[in-house]
């Protein structure tokens, strides 16, 4: 038999967050962890803002609000309407959350390579879904132009995550102030990757003025051209790679590349190998993308420095369990 003492009852409760009129007006605020365990050994500590736990399991969801909200206030959406949109996955379910609060309908242009996880999930949610070939930007079968060319041709609003002004403007009014009230004002960098470029250059632009001192570091899928754009100024050559949601072979319109200080180039192996460590080493439920941003963040951290390091954690695992999280999937695809 084991003795036990039951805690006090006395013992205050911790801070709770107000109560909120809609689940949309729960995005935002989320946690920052220290890693316990990776990165231990480092002479500085690394810290991730879990932006997975926002209500729609992204951090896509900030910007989803952003650009309805905005286009509301403007005047260029009603009840009923149908909003189009191109998309990894995460930005269609953020989305999808929205119209389903103010009374919208949502059509969703996915590259084939994406999760079988995410179409179910936009499907669940009252989407139509468009699958399209995985197509070079230029390519009229891309699915930026195939979202394009709909919304012309039927008159459904194109929420345009790829060049739409809020989505880097949430992230400068809300997601930066967030990590750097979270880290006490001291911070020595920011790691991020970027699919629209929206959170690392939102994040940046605050930084900029508010920690001059931070570094903005891209991590970036092997076979994706943006490091190359970061560090030598031309786009590199595109390659092939599994990773979801980040990367690009041209650079999004929304993305200020002048503002990043380094990009580190990680592969999908390293990626979804460090996926895994988050999920059994740290309990954090995340996908490939946070995988990558760790792994970068890690070797950042290896280099020391003034300030710890803070590691966007996009989205949930959820999203990933047919694939990189599945070891046939992985053997399949030699990762």
């Not at 195939?146 to 739409?164: I, K, M, P, S, Y």
């Not at 190359?228 to 031309?234: A, E, F, I, L, S």
């Not at 979804?272 to 792994?295: I, P, T």
Request: charged share 20%; hydrophobic share 40%; glycine share 10%.
């Amino acid at each position: 038999m084991h003795d036990y003492t039951a805690p006090s009852l006395l013992k205050p409760l911790p801070a709770m967050h107000s109560p909120v009129r809609s689940i949309l007006d729960a995005i935002g605020q989320t946690p920052l962890v220290r890693l316990s365990r990776i990165g231990a050994d480092c002479p500085v500590p690394i810290w991730v803002k879990c932006e997975h736990l926002n209500p729609g399991g992204s951090t896509k969801d900030r910007i989803a609000k952003a650009i309805v909200t905005a286009a509301e206030q403007a005047g260029e959406l009603q009840p009923g309407d149908t909003l189009i949109e191109a998309t990894a996955g995460n930005t269609g379910v953020g989305l999808a959350l929205v119209a389903a609060i103010r009374d919208y309908q949502l059509v969703c242009v996915m590259p084939e390579k994406m999760s079988e996880d995410k179409r179910r999930a936009l499907r669940a949610l009252g989407a139509e879904l468009i699958i399209t070939d995985n197509a070079p930007p230029d390519d009229p079968r891309n699915f930026q132009q195939v979202a394009r060319r709909l919304a012309a041709e039927r008159g459904w609003f194109l929420t345009d995550q790829f060049n739409h002004p809020a989505n880097p403007t949430v992230h400068e009014t809300t997601t930066g102030p967030e990590i750097l009230e979270q880290v006490g004002g001291q911070l020595g960098a920011f790691v991020a990757g970027a699919g629209t470029g929206g959170t690392i250059t939102g994040v940046a632009r605050y930084l900029r003025h508010a920690c001059p001192d931070a570094r903005i570091i891209l991590a970036d899928p092997v076979g994706s051209g943006l490091a190359d754009q970061v560090n030598t100024g031309k786009m590199g050559v595109d390659g092939a790679y599994t990773l979801e949601g980040i990367g690009s072979s041209a650079i999004p319109g929304v993305m200020a590349v002048d503002l990043i200080h380094e990009a580190i180039s990680i592969s999908d192996r390293d990626a979804y190998d460090m996926a895994d460590r988050l999920v059994r080493e740290e309990g954090l439920l995340v996908g490939g993308s946070a995988g990558a941003a760790v792994a970068a963040a890690v070797q950042v951290a290896r280099r020391g420095g003034s300030g710890p390091i803070v590691a966007m954690l996009p989205d949930s695992w959820d999203r990933y369990q047919t694939s990189h999280f599945n070891p046939d999937w992985r053997a399949e695809h030699g990762v």
